[in-house]
């Protein structure tokens, strides 16, 4: 496998070929989070860094912010449906089962009081897409106030993950090394946050349980 990474094609043939693949990648991972689209924008910008034209870059750009954009707009399209649905929707139901009670009610209540900066934060944030989005369709926002709020959240997520790729490929010579740098760095990024969320978990926990106890230590006293 790592041969047939070294061995990169003709420049013509990445393009004719990555474009397009870049395109239904980030727009197939919109739709379906397990796709991960924050690698696959970051190695195209390894691959693009170390081409000769000139434009190469901005069209990873372009193609991965508008890809994902229309991704996050027909997912949306599709919850509401099943949220103006009696029966619901297996969209929504997927939506659903990937967000905890507890990150969709931070969710809803960030989302009163900064609903765009939300929007380009949980682009941002790994695996805070999803629960913002829902937050969203059970407020009822109109598609056009999402579309408003998400183009700045995409274009930001693009330019993030390009500048990782493009940190790859500066290090290394050899675009196959940049490519597993890339993928590495964002990868660890992506790590991070849910290492922190479970490492946080048990001192919740054990903050909760104190609480009951003074409360209830409070009650047997009264």
Do not use: K
């Amino acid at each position: 496998m790592l041969a047939a990474v070294r061995e990169l094609p003709p420049e013509s043939t990445q393009q004719a070929v990555g474009y397009p693949s870049l395109f239904l990648l980030v727009a197939l991972g919109a739709l379906v989070p397990v796709v991960p689209t924050g690698a696959i924008v970051s190695s195209a910008a390894v691959v693009a860094f170390h081409q000769t034209a000139p434009l190469s870059l901005l069209f990873v750009f372009l193609v991965a912010s508008f890809a994902a954009f229309l991704g996050d707009l027909a997912l949306y399209w599709l919850g509401q449906r099943g949220v103006r649905s009696r029966n619901g929707s297996r969209w929504l139901a997927a939506l659903r089962g990937r967000v905890t009670p507890e990150r969709l009610a931070q969710a809803q209540e960030q989302l009163e009081s900064h609903q765009v900066p939300v929007l380009v934060l949980s682009r941002l944030l790994p695996a805070g897409r999803i629960p913002v989005m829902l937050a969203c369709l059970l407020a009822g926002m109109p598609l056009r106030r999402f579309a408003r709020g998400d183009l700045p959240a995409c274009l930001a997520w693009a330019a993030t993950y390009q500048l990782i790729g493009i940190l790859g490929g500066s290090l290394f010579a050899e675009p196959w090394q940049g490519v597993v740098a890339a993928v590495g760095l964002t990868v660890l990024v992506s790590a991070v946050p849910a290492l922190w969320r479970r490492l946080r978990r048990p001192h919740r926990g054990a903050r909760s349980q104190q609480a009951d106890r003074s409360d209830h230590s409070g009650n047997e006293h009264a």
